[in-house]
């Protein structure tokens, strides 16, 4: 079985006073989900970057690896990082 490699954004925003996860962005490079999430920093709160691998069907092969935060993001992506 094929493996794919994915590089995601983890968007986070503050609403009333809680802090919220948005929609998951995957992307097909490294530097691809840093361009995103340089792009959508204004308007967020907080972002979490992140690397899995998965099987070409969607199982997950391995865990998640945390690239970087930025911002107000949830306290165990702070302490993953």
Sequence with gaps: MTKVRSFCVAP???????LLSQEV????TEDA????????????????????????DGDIWT??????TVGDVPQEAEEAA
């Design 33 to 56: 989900a840093f361009k995103r999430g340089k792009a959508m920093m204004h308007r967020m709160d907080g972002l979490v970057f992140f690397k899995i691998e998965c099987g070409e």
């Design 25 to 28: 962005i995957a992307c097909a």
């Design 12 to 18: 986070f925003k503050r609403r009333n006073g809680q």
């Design 63 to 68: 865990a998640v690896e945390t690239l970087a």
